[in-house]
């Protein structure tokens, strides 16, 4: 079965970067584009960053754009999030998504962004 895992979470000062990493099974992760979302508290999900199959198309939300950046590595199944210069407005669970027939979520890793 389809089964996505984040991790790479923490607490951060601002200014400061994570990266995040999302580990794909159970589809054929080469073919397909991949998504990153993110949920504040008490907020609407949002989505952040798109990477089609390849990798060599990249989008990126206005709040994000220039600070973040989403790649993937197709042999080890992964899809990554880049994140610097870092804001307390990046807070947020953040959840890699695919969809294979339907929307598939890993379980999120929280990123906390304070001083």
């Known amino acids: 079965q389809v089964q996505l895992v984040e991790s790479g979470g923490g607490l951060v000062q601002p200014g400061g970067s994570l990266r995040l990493s999302c580990a794909a099974s159970?589809?054929?992760?080469?073919?397909?584009?991949m998504q990153w979302y993110r949920q504040a508290p008490g907020k609407e999900q949002e989505w952040v960053a798109s990477?089609?199959?390849?990798?060599?198309?990249?989008n990126y939300a206005d709040s994000v754009k220039g600070r973040f950046t989403i790649s993937r590595d197709n042999a080890k199944s992964t899809v990554y999030l880049q994140m610097n210069s870092l804001k307390p407005d990046d807070t947020a669970v953040y959840y890699c998504?695919?969809?294979?027939?339907?929307?598939?979520w890993g379980q999120g890793t929280q990123v906390t962004v304070s001083s």
């Open positions: 159970g589809f054929a992760f080469s073919r397909y584009g």
């Open positions: 998504s695919a969809v294979v027939v339907r929307s598939y």
């Open positions: 990477i089609t199959s390849s990798g060599t198309i990249s």
